[in-house]
T-cell receptor, first 112, second 115 residues
């Protein structure tokens, strides 16, 4: 059973546009929600993360929006650039746990 | 500071052969993980370790064994490779933060093809 559900599977955005990737979870014990970025041939790397005590976290052009009641969180990439073309994974973990549960990934292509 | 390294980068095996994948980290992290990545499946946890000498099963442990004899190394073994084990394998490590873990640092991956 997929603990974290991610959509869409793929996304094509024009340069300068906004990319939005959504994730949903069921386990209310999750309290740490990171997003990872993966370029072809490389391992995933942490992009940005949020804890449920805030509803939004922004780092540069990347923003996580978190809706605790809906058990959903999303990644917004503002002013998308061709260099943002990569696969993005959401994940979730429990503060007292030691495992991460990953979404299935979203392949983002930003067209110049 | 090399971070997380994986050996080998690529390997071709015949069905039934065995091999060991090596993961090493120089960040003194307590936790280490082995994942496999398949198209449309995301990252699935195979085994993990919360400290030297300890290992635990993840989501897809069948057909794999692991060992963590030293804190900095985490080995993944395939005793009898099957075509279903064709995948990209990632190792990751993380540090203990409070009572849980935070950022995972991933290695560059090992691409395994089983014929």
């Amino acid at each position: 059973q997929q603990q974290v559900k991610q959509s869409p599977q793929s996304l094509i955005v024009q340069k300068g546009g906004i990319s939005i990737i959504n994730c949903a979870y069921e386990n209310t014990a999750f309290d740490y929600f990171p997003w990872y970025q993966q370029f072809p041939g490389k391992g995933p790397a942490l992009l940005i993360a949020i804890r449920p005590d805030v509803s939004e976290k922004k780092e540069g052009r990347f923003t996580i929006s978190f809706n605790k009641s809906a058990k959903q969180f999303s990644l917004h990439i503002m002013d998308s650039q061709p260099g943002d073309s990569a696969t993005y994974f959401c994940a979730a973990s429990r503060d007292t746990g030691n495992q991460f549960y990953f979404g299935t990934g979203t392949s983002l292509t930003v067209i110049p | 500071n090399a971070g997380v390294t994986q050996t080998p980068k690529f390997r071709v095996l015949k069905t039934g052969q065995s091999m060991t994948l090596l993961c090493a980290q120089d960040m003194n992290h307590e936790y280490m993980y082995w994942y496999r990545q398949d198209p449309g499946m995301g990252l699935r946890l195979i085994h993990y370790s919360v400290g030297e000498g300890t290992t635990a099963k993840g989501e897809v442990p069948d057909g794999y064994n692991v060992s963590r004899l030293k804190k900095q190394n985490f080995l993944l073994g395939l005793e009898s490779a099957a075509p279903s084990q064709t995948s990209v394998y990632f190792c990751a490590s993380s540090y203990l933060h409070g009572t849980g873990v935070e950022t995972q640092y991933f290695g560059p991956g090992t691409r395994l093809l089983v014929l």
